[in-house]
């Protein structure tokens, strides 16, 4: 089934420009069954370097663009700033709202969340599905990728992960896709470990370490988690279904050596 995808990013950073333009290739040379059918963005042009070179791209591409400002739209209603553990602020749903009337004219079947600033509302979770990455082991820590760091440096954990979720109003909460692991011992990290475990609050060379051993993995188990949901071999979740989702590490690692 040829997936087609609304593509959510703040490109706040460089990592949303990279993962958009690794996406195109792949489905240009046949290696991805998708379609980015529009991209989808809370910024406005002018308010960011990198925003404006990640839209950039995708018109570009020709890919149909939905931007609209999430700061500019919250002083307008004078909205308070939202923090996901205490709940979102009520203007949210109505920017969600002003989203989705846009992305659903161009008909996706799935939305994913490459580098979106944004927790979403049931508004668009709840109609389109969602995929979000997490930066840990289906079991693993929940929280920022740093949060997941340091605390797999606190438990001297052997391995990490990542797994792609759908997503649900439960942040970090929602049920597994597909999912990948990595090992953080052995040569390249022994010595790091011997020299760094005692300290699991700062960012030590142990740290770093362990973010690259994720991050240079990201982009190609973000892809190959869609060309499993495309040709079968992993499936979308329902929202409240648990299960352990889909393994992919053997996919990622062969198309890493492939790179």
Avoid at 226 to 235: E, I
């Amino acid at each position: 089934m040829t997936l087609r995808i609304a593509w959510f990013a703040t490109a706040k950073g460089t990592s949303s420009r990279k993962l958009l333009n690794a996406a195109q290739l792949a489905i240009s040379e046949g290696r991805l069954d998708a379609e980015i059918v529009c991209v989808v963005c809370n910024r406005e042009r002018g308010q960011s370097v990198n925003t404006d070179a990640f839209l950039d791209d995708a018109e570009q591409a020709a890919i149909p663009i939905i931007a609209s400002s999430s700061g500019e739209w919250r002083k307008r209603v004078r909205g308070e700033i939202s923090d996901p553990s205490a709940g979102l602020a009520r203007w949210r749903r109505d920017f969600d709202h002003h989203l989705y009337e846009q992305v659903k004219e161009h008909a996706p079947n799935l939305g994913m969340l490459a580098g979106y600033m944004l927790v979403i509302t049931d508004v668009i979770c709840e109609q389109l599905p969602c995929l979000n990455l997490h930066p840990a082991l289906p079991d693993g820590p929940i929280g920022t990728w740093q949060q997941v760091i340091h605390q797999l440096i606190r438990e001297r954990a052997e391995s990490s992960g990542m797994v792609l979720q759908r997503v649900t109003t439960e942040l970090d909460r929602g049920p597994t896709v597909t999912w990948a692991q990595y090992p953080i011992r052995g040569p390249e990290f022994d010595a790091l470990w011997e020299t760094h475990q005692v300290d699991s609050e700062s960012e030590t060379p142990l740290f770093h370490a362990i973010r690259q051993a994720g991050a240079s993995r990201e982009p190609t188990f973000i892809l190959e988690s869609l060309q499993s949901l495309a040709d079968g071999t992993a499936r979308m979740p329902d929202a409240l279904a648990g299960g352990a989702g889909t393994e992919i590490t053997a996919q990622v690692e062969q198309a890493r050596k492939l790179e």
